[in-house]
């Protein structure tokens, strides 16, 4: 019985002939998502912008109300909740950002917290406040520029670790794949405005691990056949390796995607951006290795030559007299 295989094995697709009009398309996406992120700027979290916590148990229930403590806290007029179940199923944490002008009045954020905690109390008589957490703007913008931070470090780390593995040309490709995918999610959350909080810092990580997986698979590929095909133009033999990933790559993307997929159908709405930026990540992570990272290798003007030492004089001397003996 033969096994169904989703992509030949003899694959032969000529991914390199669109080389330039699939670049200039990222170009113009990169630059529009950037466009984006400075025009309408970042639907930011709690995480970054400071808020308050409250915690709330309902004691005699065995789950809490979630889609309920939503709708009602949503109804008092400061904005979306947000509302995950912290520790046992009937324990709640309720996330809300500062009203205006609570950095200069502190009292501000202090009358919200009072007036949610009364609403809960008063429509669920088993309702118990285990506290009420505040996150100060300052604090909030110090996470913000240390999340950023680890975006940006974990980039330039991760060009450096290639660079070291294989050439400088290999960790420049890799580098404008990852800031290609970084760009392309920063552009969604900003036309889409949803929350960018830490959790999304997680799944921008998630992705640009994902993608750089991927490109480490095509770039290892790449390096076998330039030792084996030393004939071979640059374009076909990047052509040829793309192709004999192409089976792993699409299985990977596949069997994530039937998870994220099911997620974002059926999975809680608090977790909905986070599984949204993976899910776009790995459209484009997978696209990015095809035609970012491995067509960057032609312009750079990597050849079948590019990677074996050069001879020097006492070792070409010492080669003709092995020759001539």
């Known amino acids: 019985m033969r096994l169904l295989k989703l992509v030949p094995e003899d694959t032969n697709i000529h991914f390199l002939k669109w080389r330039v009009p699939f670049f200039l398309v990222s170009g113009v996406l990169v630059t529009l998502s950037w466009v984006m992120v400075f025009m309408n700027g970042l639907n930011l979290g709690v995480d ?86 505040s996150v100060s703007g300052k604090v909030s ?26 050439e400088w040309q290999f960790g420049v ?10 760009s392309l999610t920063m552009g969604m959350f900003a036309i889409t405005q949803m929350e960018f909080d830490l959790n999304i810092v997680a799944a921008i990580l998630t992705i640009i691990g994902y993608s750089l997986n991927d490109t480490i698979v095509v770039y290892d590929r790449i390096r076998e056949n330039l030792k084996k095909f030393r004939r071979m133009p640059l374009p076909e033999l990047l052509d040829l390796s793309v192709n004999e990933t192409l089976a792993r790559t699409v299985m990977t993307s596949l069997t994530i995607l039937i998870t994220l997929l099911a997620l974002l159908l059926l999975g809680p709405k608090v977790i909905f951006g986070f599984t949204a930026a993976i899910t776009l990540g790995i459209f484009i992570g997978t696209y990015s290795s095809i035609y970012m990272a491995a067509p960057i290798l032609v312009w750079l003007k990597v050849t079948s030559t590019s990677f074996v030492p050069t001879e020097t004089a006492l070792e070409r001397q010492e080669r003709i007299a092995r020759e001539g003996a």
């Open 173 to 182: 490709g890799a580098l404008l794949s990852l800031f290609h995918d970084f």
């Open 48 to 133: 970054f912008i400071g808020g308050q916590m409250i915690r709330v148990t309902f004691e005699k229930s065995a789950e809490a109300p979630v889609a309920t403590l939503r709708s009602e806290v949503e109804k008092l007029g400061y904005g979306e909740p947000t509302i995950q179940r912290f520790g046992q199923p009937n324990q709640v944490s309720i996330r809300m950002k500062l009203p205006a002008g609570a950095e200069k009045d502190p009292g501000l954020a202090d009358a919200m917290a009072n007036k949610i905690t009364a609403a809960i109390k008063a429509t669920h008589a088993d309702a118990r406040v285990d506290g009420v957490d």
């Open 141 to 166: 913008d110090e996470l913000y520029q240390t999340g950023m931070k680890a975006l940006g470090f974990a980039m330039i780390a991760i060009s450096i670790y290639i660079w070291i593995r294989f």
